[in-house]
């Protein structure tokens, strides 16, 4: 047993281990099996339906390249330079004009941007949550949202959903036992549109009832939408926090439809909330980047966004369309919620099959196709006879042609079931 | 008293209040001094000493416009994707051969790419300090830093310095005592080359025994190294890492001598540290920029940089060398280290003086000058006979002119002080 007050990072056996030295929080830091699978689904011989990249393909570049051009040469210093920690004054005015299109109030004053949604899910859990504090969380759940509250030491409880999302009873009963076991809960975390990875959209007339909910349990409410504008049909759903200002922080993100390789995106909040991630921000990056900033406010300005989005809304609806026709033929006996909107589709292996995506997944890749196993999705273990199957970034063709190698190489290996 | 288990965030008078729920490590963060400085220091009449912001004024925007149009036209759809946690790989090895220049031997696999140097330091201080920890730090310090740490909860223990650095025996005595407290030291935190406030540069001869030092009591040391490159004279210094690989972690950063609107900065660590790294980037970032990633690349690969650094050097040395020649004419009883590069100067008020730099503030903005004072760069409210003074951003003339508007401002406010 070495005394680190004493040795600092000299180990038992009288070596420097840098690693000795590593907070407890280090302990629940984990690679996640999704992150490691990306350099398998990579390869090009494989057909990844496992990302949840964007596809960005058909974007005029060359049109986009000019926009640059004048951009850097019009405003380069203002450009490159240090920013402001709330971030951009414009672009959070451009930010009320986007969620406006989903029925959201919000004022300039009340955003922040951030790096990505990530750091905005980063921020809020560290402003808000101890050690051995509980989040509830929808189940499954977004797997990037799994790694944040297991690094700040918290207890997820999960919320069961049905096809139309949270089923308001049975988050009463939760919240209900996880108070009785002595436990505080510092936030519901939602994603209402398209889920991460299930595809279910929250029912809109369950909306209101389940901001009512938490508002009687004095329980805050952490909105995550990215995917909200792309519905296959064009539908906006209204948001929570339209209805509870004071209870409801909201998280936003051009990365999903715009891009991602910027790494924008912001938080609507509370006043007092607001305060507190400016000076998060602040720490952990001065400011959200100008560059980024700028040049997704430009795109917004000078490019016909709006057209842009009825393309891309229309592009994945094909895409799922065709997973939705090729699985129905292939697979008759998994079942899926028909997803509104998003990137992803939820696929249930056949009730007893016996199936295990995770240690099926060796197979897959074998027969030239790679998708997420639904344990990623659960802090428990769960979800083994799911799999997540992304929409998004493959074609029409290589979707048809995944989930063909998929079928097959299901058949294949558990021949004794119907799938 | 109010059952936060019970009652979740309605608080006492039975309303909901989100601030109710907050974690405890918010109670340390806390605005500062600097920041909410800026928007005075801003205003056009003001004659900002204050920022730390680079000089991008000359740099030739027309041909970095045309480099940008190029880039995006042709590798647009890389650009604006995801990117990989650790960060581009190319620009991962650029900047091995960058802090080659410093003598530091680094793999690309050695390098993880961050959100600006800032983030590195957020994320370093996550991976190592629990509450209650120890950071030993130069005082007077980073004011970033300083945030960073209490934002962990750390307790900051001074470091004293003389014109040369840390002075090795008053080290020595404080890991000594810190220790008999019975208190974790996890890391020494050292800017070595034109320290931020005080504009101090390790003397070369102090390095190793420095170095020496840490490794016998089993101390691991985080080197911050931004302002390496812009050295006056254009003497490199040796890094502590090249010292020390097993125990040093570096960070660097594109911001003083490219642009810190990217924000993109590195760390340089041992691998199991590299490891957590990645995974700290993946719950924070998902991963960095690709878009400022590869547009940084682009820049170095096709333009000059080596020959702009040299102008930055010169631009820099001339500010330096106008604010020195105004104070000694102006204020010949203040003190100062005469910087070797970097940005800032750190002047000192006559002994017993009573000059307090965070009270005349108020009055110097008045006269039309606009500083840091030194309290800011303390945890413990020492400083207020110092001011830091930026010489990165303002023109020579407005150097002159800022140091005369201070010096006047300081004899009308103090007329019994000889300065």
Aim: net charge negative.
């Amino acid at each position: 047993m070495v005394d680190f007050n004493r040795n600092g990072y000299i180990n038992s056996k009288g070596d420097f281990d840098i690693a000795e030295g590593f907070a407890r929080r280090v302990d629940s830091m984990r690679a996640s099996e999704i992150r490691a699978l990306f350099a398998v689904a990579n390869r090009p011989e494989i057909i990844s339906l496992a990302g949840g990249m964007p596809y960005l393909g058909k974007l005029p570049f060359d049109e986009i390249s000019k926009i640059m051009e004048t951009l850097v040469r019009e405003h380069g210093p203002k450009l490159w330079q240090y920013g402001v920690a709330q971030g951009d004054e414009e672009l959070r005015e451009t930010i009320t004009k986007i969620v406006e299109l989903e029925g959201l109030d919000a004022t300039a004053q009340e955003t922040v941007i951030t790096a990505g949604s990530q750091q905005g899910l980063d921020s809020i859990t560290r402003l808000f949550c101890d050690a051995g504090d509980v989040i509830l969380a929808e189940a499954p759940n977004y797997v990037g949202a799994l790694g944040v509250f297991r690094s700040y030491q918290v207890e997820v409880v999960n919320v069961e959903l049905d096809e139309e999302g949270i089923i308001l009873a049975k988050l009463e009963k939760t919240i209900i036992n996880t108070r009785a076991r002595g436990k505080r809960i510092k936030f519901l975390y939602s994603v209402p549109n398209f889920q991460n990875p299930s595809g279910i959209t929250l029912a809109v007339d369950r909306r209101k009832p389940l901001v009512e909910l938490c508002k009687k349990y004095g329980i805050m409410i952490l909105e995550d939408n990215p995917y909200g504008l792309l519905s296959f049909d064009g539908q906006l759903y209204p948001t929570l926090r339209q209805h509870w200002k004071e209870g409801v922080i909201y998280l936003g993100s051009f990365s999903k439809f715009i891009a991602p390789g910027f790494r924008i995106g912001w938080i609507i909040s509370p006043d007092s909330v607001r305060d507190k991630l400016v000076l998060s921000n602040e720490s952990v990056l001065l400011c959200p980047s100008n560059a980024s900033s700028l040049t997704i406010e430009a795109y917004l300005k000078h490019f016909d966004w709006k057209t842009q989005l009825s393309a891309y809304r229309e592009g994945y609806k094909d895409r799922c369309n065709q997973m939705i026709e090729t699985i129905d033929e292939l697979l008759p006996n998994c079942k899926y919620n028909k997803p509104k909107g998003g990137f992803f589709l939820w696929l249930e292996m056949p009730e007893g099959s016996g199936v295990n995506s995770k240690d099926f997944l060796e197979a897959a890749v074998e027969a030239g196709v790679a998708y997420v196993p639904g344990t990623g999705f659960y802090d428990n273990g769960d979800g083994e006879n799911f799999m997540r199957l992304s929409f998004c970034y493959p074609s029409v063709e290589e979707i048809e042609q995944g989930i063909t190698r998929l079928a097959n190489a299901l058949k294949k290996t558990y021949p004794e079931v119907k799938f």
